[in-house]
């Protein structure tokens, strides 16, 4: 692994100089009068940029791009628009969600309960008789501001009589209409299957309402197969939906279901160059005991990140280390106990001996101190800087846990799970929740952070939901959730070039700069001067990823 952080060192350097080459040759396209944000070191801004192939070969005023300019040089006139870096979510579960794009309602943002059921209906209407409906997941109950609550059979039935419709909240619950249950084998005279609640209204009827995590499981388990074709066809369509949305690349974190399938379903994207969105993902297993965890150190070496390219690669481990450690949100507290952190440890550590990042989920005070705790004793063993070994989450993290990370060399993800979750925090969490997770304290830190989603099951995914929450604290719905919010520059950096690192790729993206891949977005208002509260409706009119055209509001 350090010999692969080398080579992206070199390769950072021989873009570097592959730009020094292509300079004083004539761009492929030049982008003049415009506010372009290049998020560089500086956070400068430039009025005009070129691009030759893939990569950026200019930045500056409109002047010092003229000699870009060619006789078969584009030229777009950004008529004053603002452009941005393309970006980059570090860490989601978009690879898993494709499988069921051509299923999915989304109800991202969707503030009106009435308007959840219009979309539902929609969807309807383009489905045939019995194809499955689905929310799965990215919605809350508190967003609707008109009526904050779930879904009732009733409502259901009367606008899919013929289809069954699901939706998924959360990882704790399933509100469902007749013909649903029915596919998922639930009948009020049946037993209830294992670890479900089936809810019942006074008189003992079903309300439509499944709890408890194994109903997720029973409704995914339902959807069928999805063919090789339509999988591919899928990350197709969540691809351009990230485009439209303004993200040019992301992390992935597999998570529970994830097969070898969903990833096949990018790969194939990628081979048939196809590729709109960069992909990377880490090597996701749920070790569950001590055979499991025996089994994973075995196989351990066989893990060979850094085997693809720009677009496609496997960069390590994550988002879960030892499963029964995985802590939840809204869980009050994290009692991991000491043999099950000594199983933590032992994988780590097998890890650490292969070279191989790991991102791991740690969200509770008793989750993060004892991860810390094992990871000094992995690095007194084998060290681990130069790994990038992440925390993701650190909702309840305190400032002795940020200097201990600082000795370690080890990162942090921050998501934006409160902008549909934060309802629910204060219910378990009581005024903590304003501080979950710390960003003002993350961001004075030093240490190095960015921002993403956790789409798309407990998160909507649009980046520009996230940025709003950073700067204003609001979940959808507007309710304040968060006190420690940062400055929208702060936020659009790690959302940015703070987040490049994450994916080994400093050298190519993150910022706009000679060198570094055109991938970029312009948007329909300024994101630097609009008001606050205006920043979770901006919207790419184009986005660009490595120099090609890959969303165009005007072609829509």
């Known amino acids: 692994m350090r010999l692969s952080l080398a080579v992206h060192a070199i390769a950072t350097f021989f873009a570097l100089i592959w730009s020094t080459i292509a300079f004083g040759q004539a761009a492929d396209l030049v982008l003049t009068n415009g506010k372009i944000v290049t998020v560089n070191d500086q956070f400068a801004t430039v009025q005009a940029l070129a691009i030759k ?10 002047a010092d791009i003229d000699k870009f300019r060619g006789p078969a040089t584009r030229l777009m006139d950004l008529q004053g628009r603002t452009v941005i870096p393309g970006l980059i979510d570090n860490h989601a579960h978009y690879m898993r969600a494709a499988e069921y794009w051509h299923r999915e309602v989304r109800l991202d943002g969707v503030t ?10 929609e969807k ?22 008109d009526e904050p609550r779930g879904f009732t059979f009733k409502e259901l039935d009367e606008i899919a009589p013929e289809n069954p419709v699901a939706l998924q909240l959360f990882y704790f619950r399933v509100y469902a209409n007749t013909a649903a249950l029915k596919g998922m084998g639930i009948d009020a005279n049946a037993p209830e299957p294992a670890n479900i609640k089936v809810e019942r209204d006074p008189q003992g009827k079903l309300t439509g309402a499944l709890n408890g995590g ?24 969540l691809m351009t939906d990230l485009n439209k949305m303004g993200i040019t690349a992301f992390q992935d974190q597999g998570g529970t279901g994830v097969n070898a399938n969903h990833i096949k379903a990018f790969q194939l994207v990628h ?25 994973l150190l075995g196989r351990m070496p066989g893990i060979k990140p850094f085997q693809g390219d720009d ?16 802590d939840a949100l809204l869980a009050k507290v994290a009692n991991p106990s000491a043999e099950a952190l000594q199983l933590w440890q032992r994988l780590g550590l097998g890890l650490a001996k292969n070279g191989i990042h790991l991102n791991v989920h740690a969200q509770l005070r008793g989750s993060i101190e004892g991860f810390l705790t094992a990871m000094e004793a992995i690095n007194k063993e084998k060290p681990i800087r130069g790994l990038r070994w992440t925390f993701s989450h650190l909702d309840q993290a305190q400032p ?28 378990v969490h009581g005024d903590l929740t304003y501080d979950m997770p710390p960003l003002r304290m993350i961001q004075d830190s030093g240490i190095p952070w960015g921002l993403g989603s956790d789409a798309t099951a407990v998160t909507p995914s649009n980046p520009f939901y996230t940025l709003w929450w950073a700067v204003t604290g609001k979940m959808i719905g507007g309710k304040q959730v968060l006190k420690q919010t940062i400055s929208r520059e702060e936020a659009l950096i790690a959302h940015t070039r703070s987040n490049a690192p994450f994916l080994f790729q400093e050298g190519n993206l993150g910022s706009l700069a000679p060198g570094k891949y055109a991938d970029l977005l312009v948007l ?19 986005t660009m990823v490595g120099g090609k055209v890959v969303y165009d509001a005007a072609r829509k």
């Not at 677009?311 to 995985?326: A, M, Q, S």
């Not at 002795?400 to 219910?427: C, N, W």
């Not at 329909?524 to 184009?542: F, M, N, Q, S």
């Open 53 to 62: 192939s893939e990569r950026i070969v200019g930045v500056g005023r409109d």
């Open 400 to 427: 002795q846990d940020l200097e201990r990370m600082k000795r370690l060399d080890v990162y942090a993800q921050i998501h934006s799970r409160p902008t549909i979750q934060g309802g629910l925090m204060f219910k």
């Open 311 to 326: 677009w496609f690669d496997l960069t390590g481990y994550g988002e879960t280390l030892y499963f029964p450690l995985h």
């Open 271 to 295: 081979d048939s160059g196809q590729m709109t969105v960069r992909s990377f993902y880490n090597y996701y297993e749920e070790p569950r005991s001590a055979a499991d965890v025996e089994d």
């Open 524 to 542: 329909d208002r300024d994101y630097l001067t609009v008001a606050e509260d205006e920043i979770k409706d901006i919207k790419p009119i184009l």
């Open 214 to 237: 194994a109903a997720i499981g029973l409704l995914r388990s339902k959807l069928g197969e999805v063919a090789r074709d339509k999988a591919v066809q899928n990350a197709r369509a």
């Open 124 to 145: 309807v209407r383009e489905s045939k008789p019995g194809e499955w409906v689905v929310v799965l997941g990215g919605w809350s109950e508190e967003q609707f501001t």
């Open 112 to 121: 009106s309960h009435k308007r959840a059921i219009e979309l539902i209906q």
